[in-house]
């Protein structure tokens, strides 16, 4: 009996044992499993630093087309991912700035939009020969367009601007009856090359009409000075020093155009000085030019068309300010 009961005894304590040993593992097993639950929270709320900029490689392709608005023609096509719009946009930028700019005033191998204007020009047979109007492509505006379609893609129109001539063709013929200004100079009819410059330019800028607003332009009106273009070699100033070239004698026809025009209301855009005094006009009163490089520009601000007339003698110029009758007696 004693037997049969330590028996009972010990299996009884067995039992326990197991029992409580499951328990411990149960709770292990639990703690472990919290644990990694925990670590997986960890992570989850790990980010990104903020100096680590997040890329999207799979970014939409699209292009965006630059039109012209007269013609519709596409003159430019751009790619923002290719120029780096998302990866540099200040880069992005200026490469939109250079775009603009080299539309609008054009590259070596082409030229761009923007046109000053020609003025119209009344010929020997009173017919009236119609210049073009002032084009400009604001490039600010240009840009601004660009960037903004740059995130999707799309169409953009130039922004061109065209500023007509500003009077009444119908009245040209008027503009020829009053002179309200004049001015001459004086030339040696013996130096053949200057005398023959002086005369063609005069003939180049005579019967211009310049409309209320309009800006004329010496260099624009006269052109290219060249064999070409019929000018031929005389002395003009270079660096303060007397040298051959074709053209030279121009700066008379311009300078003498400039005291003229400076009798009346003009706003000036461009002007400028030779590098050493001459003697056909006094000291400062002078508008030298060189063609692409120095020009004489003034904008008429009197309120009023006139017309330009120059004439030469066998040594003089002369150039006059000319408008119609109801536009010089508003004036007194």
């Not at 009077?167 to 009053?178: A, G, I, K, M, P």
């Amino acid at each position: 009996m004693r037997t049969i009961f330590i028996f009972i005894f010990i299996m009884v304590m067995l039992l326990v044992g197991c029992s409580d040993v499951s328990v411990i593992e149960e709770q292990v097993q639990e703690d472990s499993s919290k644990l990694e639950n925990q670590e997986g929270l960890y992570e989850e709320e790990v980010e990104t630093p903020p100096d680590e900029p997040i890329i999207d490689e799979e970014k939409p392709s699209f292009i965006i087309n630059v039109i012209d608005p007269n013609t519709e023609e596409i003159i430019a096509s751009l790619s923002p991912i290719d120029l780096g719009f998302y990866t540099d946009y200040s880069s992005y930028q200026r490469e939109i700035e250079e775009l603009a700019k080299e539309i609008a005033r054009g590259t070596e191998s082409g030229e761009g939009y923007d046109q000053r204007m020609v003025l119209d020009k009344v010929h020997e047979n009173e017919e009236l020969v119609a210049g073009h109007p002032m084009i400009l492509l604001k490039e600010s505006e240009l840009v601004d367009k660009i960037l903004s379609v740059s995130p999707e893609g799309g169409d953009v129109e130039l922004p061109l601007y065209i500023t007509e001539t500003g009077y009444d063709r119908n009245e040209y013929v008027s503009l020829d009856d009053v002179v309200i200004a004049s001015y001459t100079t004086y030339f040696n009819a013996s130096d053949v090359g200057r005398t023959h410059n002086i005369n063609q330019s005069s003939e180049a800028i005579s019967h211009v009409i310049v409309g209320m607003g309009d800006y004329f332009s010496f260099n624009t009106t006269v052109g290219p000075r060249t064999k070409e273009t019929g000018y031929q070699e005389a002395l003009e100033i270079v660096n303060g020093e007397f040298v051959l070239g074709i053209g030279g004698g121009i700066c008379q026809t311009s300078s003498t155009l400039f005291n003229a025009v400076d009798q009346i209301k003009v706003s000036y855009a461009e002007r400028h000085h030779h590098s050493r005094e001459i003697g056909y006009v006094p000291k400062g009163r002078d508008a030298t030019v060189s063609y692409g490089t120095l020009d004489f520009r003034f904008q008429n601000t009197t309120g009023f068309p006139f017309m330009i007339t120059s004439s030469t003698t066998d040594n003089s110029i002369t150039v006059e300010i000319r408008t119609s009758e109801k536009y010089a007696n508003s004036q007194n």
